[in-house]
């Protein structure tokens, strides 16, 4: 479907049993655990404020256990309904319906960002990159995992004559409907354009074959993938990389007292209660149901809409 802020195509995940269908019934165990491992290498130690970029169920969010609050943003209002089951309704989680294009949050906000099996359903990681980047403080990271389309089965496809598509040219490929795969030049390249500095990349899923996981015990399988995953910093052969980039010293720290910014207009002097964030500015209405903002379904404000009338 389109967003409404900047035209771009988006993944709706909306009513699907992902996590259910995909992860707990599907047979991803080893993938589970390998990428939780390499997480856990990249994460920073500590800090006040994380960004969660779709959180979905909130599969992942326990590692970020080392943050004194933490932000779970999803195009899905449903999977953010099962994050919340999962996670509970307190303080140190808040639940945010966004575009990733249009992050609704002031700059220099957060102290670091995890993305990861995202950014390979976005027709333009470039222009989200740059939103991150913008929300970071100096110095906070970006945790990221992309699907790389220089993997080895794909060589060994493209060498036999099975697919036509190069996996050592530079452009995205889309081999399903906003699913794309990323040569990691290329990904490497937009992160440095935008401002990040990269540091530790691990390869992950060395071992993401089906017959493999039927006949290799998972301890076995996870333990071989652990000692192959630094091997990322030189030679990134596996279907997943995950990397840490650094977003430099530039950019503003978020004043104290701020969070949310208006994603039509950029105000950030909005106004919350019980049932909605409303923008002074251009009258657009975040609504506020069941302790997840939805900024995904704006509405005007009556009162703005007189003023134009």
Excluded at 43 to 55: D, K, M, N, V, W
Excluded at 76 to 101: K, P, W
Excluded at 173 to 189: A, C, G, I, T, Y
Aim: with cysteine.
């Amino acid at each position: 479907m389109m967003n409404d802020v900047s035209n771009r195509p988006v993944c709706d995940y909306e009513g699907s049993r992902y996590q259910t269908e995909f992860w707990e019934q599907g047979g991803r165990e080893y993938e589970d655990r390998v990428e939780r491992i390499a997480l856990n290498h990249l994460l920073p130690e500590s800090g006040t404020l994380c960004l969660e970029i779709g959180a979905g169920a909130g599969r992942l969010t326990d590692l970020l256990d080392r943050f004194e609050r933490v932000i779970l943003l999803d195009y899905s209002r449903t999977q953010l309904q099962q994050a919340q089951a999962r996670l509970g309704n307190h303080g140190r989680f808040t639940y945010v319906v966004a575009d990733i294009y249009g992050l609704p949050f002031v700059a220099g906000l957060f102290d670091a960002a995890m993305m990861v099996r995202v950014i390979h359903h976005l027709v333009d990681p470039r222009a989200a990159l740059t939103g991150i980047r913008a929300t970071l403080r100096p110095h906070g990271a970006l945790v990221l995992e992309f699907a790389n389309k220089r993997n080895a089965k794909a060589i060994m496809r493209y060498w036999l004559g099975q697919q036509s598509w190069n996996p050592f040219s530079p452009e995205p490929v889309e081999f399903s409907k906003l699913n794309f795969n990323f040569h990691p030049r290329s990904m490497q390249s937009w992160l440095r354009e935008v401002g990040f500095t990269i540091g530790q990349q691990r390869s992950i899923s060395h071992f993401r074959m089906p017959v493999l996981k039927r006949i290799v015990p998972l301890d076995w399988l996870t333990a071989a993938d652990v000692r192959l995953q630094p091997s990322g910093g030189h030679l990134q052969l596996t279907p997943s990389v995950m990397l840490r980039a650094d977003a430099g010293l530039s950019g503003p720290i978020a004043a104290a007292h701020t969070f949310f910014r208006c994603p039509q207009c950029a105000s950030t002097e909005l106004t919350e209660n019980e049932s909605e964030l409303t923008c002074p500015n251009c009258g657009r209405i975040c609504i506020i149901r069941d302790g997840i903002y939805d900024f995904k379904e704006p509405q005007k404000s009556l009162l703005k809409e007189g003023a134009e009338a």
